[in-house]
């Protein structure tokens, strides 16, 4: 069946660096998702892209569809300690099913 | 709105018992799934719902079971519990098929099977 590969399965970085994650497939998608969940929480949608190459940010965050249309990325800018928890990244197609990547973990050192 | 709701948060069960997982929403969203989550799996689906009367299966979804018998509601029942059901599951909802794949996720019901 479709995978997302997700990379890296975690990461510690200082408090103000940047943090960059990709999401590969051997499929391809029409829609690229990137959610973020919190401990003890539901995940929660930061980005949607519908478009091969779109490039959306949200706050510090910037995400890009892949020109292929099976890689996306999420940057963070200036990590801040909120910004812990896991990341996930999602792939849907017209099926109507959406395929979720096994997330990466960040850690903020202090 | 009270949004994806989701009953119990907590739950232990027996090996063999039998239980419904509770899932409603209030956004009158035509698409419901359910995901389980297992540490270092990520979401997994198990079922999902393009509107009432319509189910279909996801990528895991023997041992448990779903109807849609109305727009609202999306329970989840477990037939006879077994220790690989121990996870966290998650009811989602979004507004539609086509694009619409912006998914509000419930707060997740913590599941454990002895």
């Known amino acids: 069946g479709q995978q997302l590969n997700q990379s890296p399965q975690s990461m510690f970085i200082q408090e103000g660096e940047d943090v960059s994650m990709n999401c590969t497939s051997s499929s391809i998608f029409n829609t690229w998702l990137w959610y973020k969940q919190d401990p003890g929480e539901g995940p929660v949608l930061l980005i949607a892209?519908?478009?091969?190459?779109e490039l959306t940010s949200n706050g510090r965050l910037t995400a890009q569809f892949g020109i292929t249309r099976k890689d996306s990325f999420l940057n963070i800018s200036a990590s801040i300690p909120s910004d812990v928890g896991i990341y996930f990244c999602a792939g849907a197609n017209r099926d109507d099913k959406i395929i979720f990547g096994k997330g990466t973990r960040l850690h903020i050192l202090p | 709105n009270a949004g994806v709701t989701q009953t119990p948060k907590f739950q232990v069960l027996k090996t063999g018992q039998s239980m419904t997982l509770q899932c409603a929403q209030d956004?009158?969203?035509?698409?419901m799934s359910w995901y389980r989550q297992d540490p270092g799996m990520g979401l997994r689906l198990i079922h999902y719902?393009?509107?009432?009367?319509?189910?279909d299966q996801g990528e895991v979804p023997n041992g448990y079971n779903v109807s849609r018998s109305t727009t609202e509601d999306f329970p989840l029942r477990l037939l006879s519990a077994a220790p690989s059901q121990t996870s966290v599951y998650f009811c989602?909802?979004?507004?539609?098929?086509?694009?619409?794949?912006?998914?509000?996720f419930g707060p997740g019901t913590r599941l454990t099977v002895t």
């Open positions: 892209l519908y478009k091969a190459g």
């Open positions: 989602a909802s979004s507004s539609g098929t086509g694009y619409s794949y912006e998914q509000y």
């Open positions: 719902s393009v509107g009432a009367g319509i189910t």
């Open positions: 956004m009158n969203h035509e698409y």
